[in-house]
């Protein structure tokens, strides 16, 4: 872990976010990238799960991250980003002067992805982070909305500006209460002026059902051709 935050082995990739109509580019969600010191892939949420038990590494290999997401990012669009909530946290309430608030600040379009949550203090915990970006002027997207084991916290949902639906909804689409649910949430986001991205779209079919279905934005491999790689 240490080699990887001192010798900054972190590439990005950008995956393209599209109106669902158009197929227009609507802005791109930046992945990192991590790497061992042969150039070997790192799988980044086993890093990150294991960085918690040290907060300051947490916080320098995110701050490293999202400097090369916003340094490398293609210039039109929207920026989506995902920022682990612990990192800016660390257990206290959030802190407008943390380098992270001035580093996303640097671009005015960037998008802070909130995460789901599996218990109630996580809840708490991201509604508190959603809350400060918005003081801050930053957007907000509560990410992977109904993926398994998570928990939809309502005052997160109405805090955000973006809803991101896991790709678990396609693989649902003939369960009648989960589409349902599906476009009942789907109906709220634009009742509430809220923008939608469906994930995980990667046949012809999963984008016909997202344009069905009202959805605003689509994201996933059905697209990778137009995905972007930095490597460091």
Not at 11 to 19: A, F, P, R, W
Not at 191 to 203: W, Y
């Amino acid at each position: 872990m240490l080699d990887l935050i001192e010798n900054r082995r972190v590439g990005v990739e950008y995956q393209v976010i599209l109106d669902a109509r158009t197929l227009e580019p609507f802005g791109y969600e930046g992945l990192a990238r991590l790497y061992d010191r042969d150039g070997a892939p790192l799988p980044p949420q086993a890093v990150f799960d294991c960085l918690h038990a040290s907060p300051l590494s947490l916080v320098q290999l995110e701050l490293i991250a999202k400097t090369a997401q916003i340094e490398h990012a293609p210039a039109d669009g929207k920026l989506f980003v995902n920022v682990d909530p612990d990192a800016l946290l660390l257990g206290l309430a959030p802190d407008r002067d943390h380098p992270m608030f001035r580093l996303l600040a640097r671009r005015a379009d960037v998008v802070v992805e909130i995460i789901e949550n599996s218990n109630t203090q996580q809840a708490d915990r991201s509604l508190a982070l959603a809350r400060a970006l918005a003081e801050a002027g930053i957007q907000t997207a509560l990410d992977d909305i109904g993926a398994p084991a998570s928990l939809l916290a309502l005052p997160l949902l109405m805090s955000v500006d973006y809803y991101k639906f896991d790709r678990h909804w396609l693989g649902r689409r003939d369960d009648t209460a989960h589409r349902a649910l599906l476009s009942h949430l789907l109906g709220f986001a634009r009742e509430r002026g809220k923008a939608t991205v469906l994930e995980g779209v990667e046949t012809a079919g999963d984008l016909e059902l997202a344009r069905a279905l009202g959805v605003d934005y689509v994201q996933g491999f059905l697209f990778r051709e137009r995905f972007v790689s930095v490597r460091p």
